[in-house]
């Protein structure tokens, strides 16, 4: 069986793709192959849309995984992430947790330990 993709079919689907022209019509420019032939071959020349987002979607969680590790101080979030204002605590922490005295009483609680949590933050015991 003959290979149906030559390298002057390579190169002129991924010129195509990267122009964003749609898999129906480079399969109508190139003849005699499916949009899904298409589709598949520009998959696995990495030349998908799909896996680019991905990549860079995973790039961006690694940025901002590798940027809470680095981080100094306590790692509470305060607020909603994407909102301007989101922030982290950042107070000194507890050593071998990630949070300060405040957010670990929080984190850490036992079922048992709300008298603690009312009696830490000075709360009427009702």
């Known amino acids: ?22 898999a129906r019509e480079i399969a109508e420019k190139l003849g005699n192959v ?12 990495g030349l998908s849309k799909k896996l680019k ?13 590798g940027l809470i590790a680095s981080m100094k101080g306590c790692k509470w979030p305060i607020g909603h992430p994407g909102d301007e204002d989101f922030y982290f605590c950042g107070k000194e922490v507890i050593p071998g947790k990630p949070y300060c005295g405040e957010h670990c009483l929080v984190a850490y609680r ?5 008298q603690k949590i009312k009696k830490f933050f000075k709360l009427s015991t009702d």
């Open 1 to 22: 069986m003959k290979n149906y993709w030559t390298k002057t079919k390579i190169d002129k689907l991924s010129s195509l793709w990267a122009k964003g022209t749609p």
């Open 34 to 45: 499916s949009r899904n032939a298409v589709i598949g071959k520009a998959n696995r020349l």
């Open 53 to 65: 987002e991905k990549e860079s979607a995973n790039s961006k969680n690694l940025n901002v995984n």
């Open 110 to 114: 036992r079922k048992d330990s709300s």
